[in-house]
């Protein structure tokens, strides 16, 4: 069990870089071996999501060489088996796996994958996809037999623009015969950088980043390259600790239009922030003078779902009642009972938490429950005086790289702990 210790109340300066973004590598890397040929992706994030993927593509027979932030990747000598519960259960997207196996060799065995417990978070539109592209899906206690004599084009319309139905239906689809069209997808950047590198591929996408995507299915996919974009919920993250306890805090390499929906709503708290080309600097110079809010999360563009747990922490400081309904998952408050601990004054109405400020927040004990509600503690630490202990951060290092050694290079006291 790990655990972050953080010694709060220390401003925050200099620069922190942002990474590849987590949803889009977890992505890149299964959807790499669609390819016969070497792919080699770059700007790779190093978290424990990442690891566990690789550990799924040596186990299928892949050839992986993995140099700090890039990877490459020869599926040549794979061999389609099926993927051990405990390693597919360790990540939701172990089931980009599953699409992409189905896609190359039209027969897939899996399991349920994992991911953070903040809601049912079934699988039904993805299956909906397989079967509407031609394939048999079977469940049996919890795993999945899906076989297809054929897969041929269709018209798939989702109930939800999920990202993961959206990016699994597309695996399928971009060797399937004919043309695949997908209705009411996901237009997360993620998805634009899913399809991007399968275009690179050979595959013929067309509508990424669109609620409308259309797919002529090609035979064969070839060697790539491509960049992991930057993690805009990362970014978000640390902007927000800028907001917090920031003094010129500059949070570099990110893409402002993909968080104009947090950047609005910055600004429409009077937080003192300048946006660059691709950087953001942040003080909290504003911290007393800041406006309460009303945050709904939405499907990209609108404010996304996993940057709402890190923003209740900035909204405790706000002047007044702050209101986030949170429309995506039905379980993804369990940082409020955490926050209050450490002296917020937070209630939790069915899908609605109303959030009191300003309220002192003061060092704890806390648990990070799951991976966002972790970095909304973390974020509370940093602001809090004293020495407060995230535990259970194993969930935090799965999607922040190198948090403890990026928050120190801008001057936090924070350390990571093995109990
Ligand atoms: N949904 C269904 N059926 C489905 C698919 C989704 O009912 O078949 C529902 C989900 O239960 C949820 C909503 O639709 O209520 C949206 O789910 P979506 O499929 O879009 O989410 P996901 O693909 O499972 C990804 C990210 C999440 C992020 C969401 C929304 C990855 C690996 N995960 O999940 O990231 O919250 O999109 O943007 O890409 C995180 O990084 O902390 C995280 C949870």
């Known amino acids: 069990m790990k655990q972050i210790k953080i010694e709060g109340g220390i401003k925050l300066s200099g620069t922190i870089n942002v990474g590849g973004a987590k949803n889009s590598a977890v992505a890149l890397v299964p959807a790499s071996i669609l390819s016969d040929e070497e792919i080699v992706i770059d700007n790779i994030p190093e978290i424990s999501d990442i690891d566990a993927l690789d550990e799924i593509l040596e186990y299928l027979g892949a050839n992986v060489t993995r140099t700090k932030n890039s990877m490459k990747i020869d599926s040549k000598s794979i061999v389609n088996k099926e993927i051990p519960e405990n390693i597919s259960k360790k990540l939701r997207a172990s089931y980009y796996f599953m699409s992409a196996l189905l896609g190359k060799y039209k027969h897939v065995e899996m399991y349920f994958p994992g991911g953070c417990s903040i809601g049912a978070r079934p699988i039904d539109q993805t299956l909906k996809g397989f079967r509407a592209l031609g394939a048999d899906v079977q469940e049996v206690n919890n795993k999945f037999i899906i076989d297809a004599k054929e897969l041929k084009g269709a018209n798939v319309y989702l109930d939800m623009p999920s990202v993961g139905a ?23 950047p993620e998805i634009v950088n899913v399809a991007t590198f399968l275009n690179n591929m050979g595959a013929k996408i067309k509508g990424a980043g669109t609620s409308r995507i259309t797919i002529e299915g090609v035979e064969r996919l070839h060697k790539c390259y491509i960049e992991v974009i930057p993690d805009r919920i990362e970014a978000g993250t640390y902007i927000i600790a800028g907001a917090l306890i920031g003094e010129n805090l500059k949070v570099n390499n990110l893409i402002p239009s993909h968080i104009e929906n947090l950047l609005s709503k910055l600004k429409e708290m009077n937080v003192d922030i300048e946006v660059g080309d691709d950087y953001v600097n942040v003080s909290s110079k504003n911290i007393n003078n800041m406006k309460p809010i009303k945050v709904k999360t939405l499907g ?83 602001m809090s005086n004293g020495v407060t202990t995230v535990t259970n951060v194993e969930h935090v290092l799965r999607g922040y790289e190198n948090i403890i050694e990026k928050l120190t290079n801008v001057g936090a006291k924070i350390k990571l702990e093995e109990i």
């Open 166 to 188: 959206t990016i699994n239906t597309l695996l399928v689809a971009v060797k399937a015969k004919g043309k695949t069209v997908i209705e009411n997808a996901a237009k997360e």
């Open 300 to 382: 990209y563009p609108g404010f996304p779902t996993d940057l709402q747990q890190p923003l209740v922490t900035l909204l405790t400081q706000a002047n007044g009642i702050s209101t986030l309904e949170e429309t995506i998952y039905e379980n993804r408050f369990q940082n409020v009972e955490y926050l209050n601990k450490m002296g917020s004054n937070i209630d939790i109405f069915d899908k609605k938490i109303f959030i009191k400020g300003p309220t002192k927040l003061h060092a704890e004990t806390v648990k990070a429950t799951d991976l966002r509600a972790g970095a909304c503690l973390v974020l509370a630490g940093l």
